[in-house]
């Protein structure tokens, strides 16, 4: 049993020997063979490619594909097609892009005149063997191609960035604004930028020098300088925009107008909110209140004080020194400007009457009676002008009347100051700057104001009278006087009450308005007449108490004009107007 199992062992395992050994050999056979049909193939290859005139496929010269071309066919290809290549330019840091050509860096068809044909006699010096494994390297895509690049013409790269400078270079947006009727348009401040035009030339000639083998697609780098914007932020636009509106208007110390200014308000807080979402450069729309000015420094300079708006003129009597003190104030108050919602006050502009600024005792009334006081008479000059700004339609904004009623103006139409006491104020409510100009001359006093009359408005003043105060005749004992004499002490004046009335006329002369002005009480003075003591019974006497009181006489008073129409009186409740006050007791000029 031993010896058989030995046996069958042994022939089993000689049979695997024999049949692995045929196997072997079948294997290199199979592998020959094929190694056979490889050599075979690639000859052939070899053969095939060494028989060509044309390029292989899939073959690129400076990125253009000539494969399957013949050398003519692949040179007008590469001329046609080599100069429209795109380099792209790219700036990371701002996301800008830009492309140029081939043609770009300076280069001509006939830099590349030969290529095809120097490349086929590449192609054509290989050996037998190495045509192939090109061949087949060109099929595959393993193998790009020839790449000749030559020099570029500087001129011309220079002429390319500059105007890619040109281009992608941006000048800094300042922040600014405009206005519309409701908004203020706020533009966001973006930073210029230049190009930094030699380092994209150096990045240019070394992408060429580098040996790149097609330049189509190539990402050359550039970068920029960066030009800081002047940033204006929203409440540095309220600063300048907000306020109050206000007309061009007139700087009598340097003689020139000054610019107007519009009124603005906004926001702040909501508006710099929404620059600050705003992008770079773009423009915010922000809600407002505009009001604009009626009259600009380019509209004024052709109409300024160029119409007389009113005036008046009255006859100065008295002393000499009543009519130095009058000329004197009228001197103070002539070349006098105001703006538009500028208030005039009489006091303010003359000054404090003293003799050290040339003014000299003249008659006024204190506590009733006539006396000699510095600057007496100037009232008249406030009169004057008074009656001016009303045949001027100005608003008249502080007025009083006399206690007693003047001779020299109409009645109603006079206007009463005092150092420290009433003044005579008016505010000039037209869109022009105007001018109160004086003269004094033959004992006349002339009060004009100038402006500028857009609308052809007259104004004629009215006035009426509403009642009379008689005086009365009053005896004082005078001890120094001789016995049985008199002596008039105090002048009278009869009282009286008066309304004025303004008219106003369009430019056609057409009545416009009628419209109660002011009213003015002027006090009665009675006549003081002072007496002697009685005569003795030696001496016949005149019995007082037989006298005669002479008859009062009053002043004139100026004539009533006819008004153009009746005014409608105020209810006797109603507040005039402008304020009605009856002085104290104390010294008035």
Known sequence: MEVNTNEAAVQKTGGARLKKSGGGKTALIVTGVLLAAVIAAYVGLCAYANSLDTFAPNRHINGID???LTVSEAQEKLETELLAQEITLTDEETGTTAAITVADLGYKAEDFAGDAQFWMDTEQQRSFLGKGWAYLAY?????????????????????????LSGELSQE???????????????????????????????????????????????????????????????????DEIAGEMKNAGYDAATDSITPEQLGADFDVPAAQKALDAAEAGSTVEIDATIEYPRVTAEKLKDVLFRDVLGECRTHVKGTAARKSNVKLSASAINGYVMNTGDVF??????????????????????????????????????????????????????????????????????????WGGPDYKFTNDTDYPIKI????????????????????????????????????????????????????????????????????????????????????????????????????????AVNPGEQVPVTPTTPETPTTPTTPETPVEPPAEETPEAPIVVLPEEPTE
Not at 352 to 377: H, L, N
Not at 396 to 401: D, G, S, Y
Request: proline fraction near 6%; charge should be negative; include cysteine.
């Open 66 to 68: 000539v494969g399957g």
């Open 139 to 163: 099929v595959t895509g393993r193998w790009p191609g020839g790449a000749n690049w030559p020099d570029m013409d500087r001129e011309t790269l220079d002429e390319t960035v500059a105007g």
């Open 172 to 238: 800094p947006v300042d922040g600014s604004y405009e206005l519309t009727d409701d908004a203020v348009l706020i533009a966001k401040a973006r930073d210029g930028r230049t190009l930094n035009d030699a380092a994209l030339k150096t990045a240019l000639l070394n992408v060429v020098s580098d040996g790149t083998y097609s330049l189509e697609g190539c990402q050359v780098p550039f970068s920029f300088t960066t030009i800081p914007a002047q940033v204006l932020t929203a409440q540095e636009v309220y």
């Open 345 to 418: 006050s009489y006091n303010e502009v003359v000054g404090q009457r003293t003799a050290a600024r040339g003014y000299q005792p003249a008659p006024a009334y204190v506590k009733g009676e006539t006396v000699d006081e510095i600057g007496g008479g100037i009232c008249q000059t406030s009169s004057t002008l008074y009656l001016a700004c009303l045949r001027s339609n100005l608003e008249i904004t502080e007025r009083h009347a006399h206690r007693y009623i003047p001779t020299y103006i109409p009645a109603g139409m006079d206007a009463t100051v005092s």
């Open 437 to 540: 100009v004086t003269e004094y001359k033959n004992d006349y006093l002339t009060v004009k104001l100038l402006g500028t009359n857009v609308t052809g408005v007259t104004a004629k003043m009215t006035n009426e009278q509403l009642s009379t105060t008689p005086f009365q005749v009053v005896y004082e004992d005078d001890p120094t006087l001789a016995p049985g004499t008199e002596q008039v002490k105090t002048t009278p004046y009869t009282g009286s009450k008066w309304r004025t009335y303004r008219h106003l006329y369009d430019a056609n002369g057409k009545l416009i308005s009628s419209a109660y002005e002011d009213t003015s009480d002027y006090k009665a003075r009675n006549k003081v007449i002072l007496k002697g003591p009685a005569i003795t019974p030696e001496v016949p």
